[in-house]
């Protein structure tokens, strides 16, 4: 089972020893299309649909079972309308960051709503680290 992460579940960050370590059999450096915004008053990103190149980290699980606690971090009850989600878990395409095409993978979004609801500030790096905000 493989997640894009591009904040705090990146090997490196707050969420990763808690949530991912263990239970990860592979990391790659990737990429994806979105739009990524810092959340300065929660301490952490979320992401967009776009068509700006987001960095982070595709993470291969073990088993399926880690989308439960993911769920869980995320905010995330597929039973709930979307709106009422912090985040929403969808199928995207990810690259290498060669460009390669790895395929489509799990990944957590926000809705532009939520974004500007939460005083979201664009990064146009496309690159989010706790240490740089």
Not at 35 to 47: A, E, Q, T, V
Request: contains cysteine.
């Amino acid at each position: 089972m493989k997640v894009f992460v591009y904040g705090t579940l990146k090997p490196g960050e707050c969420n990763y020893p808690f949530y991912c370590a263990g239970k990860v059999n592979e990391t790659i450096e990737a990429y994806t299309y979105g739009k990524l915004f810092h959340l300065p008053s929660y301490g952490y990103p979320g992401m967009t649909i776009g068509n700006d190149k987001v960095r982070g980290v595709l993470l291969t699980f073990k088993d399926n079972s880690a989308l439960i606690e993911l769920d869980q971090l995320e905010d995330y009850d597929p039973g709930r309308p979307m709106i009422k989600n912090e985040y929403y878990r969808e199928e995207i395409l990810v690259y290498t960051l060669a460009g390669e095409l790895i395929g489509k993978v799990w990944s957590y979004l926000m809705m532009p709503e939520k974004i500007e609801q939460l005083a979201g500030v664009f990064i146009a790096s496309g690159w989010w680290t706790q240490q740089d905000y």
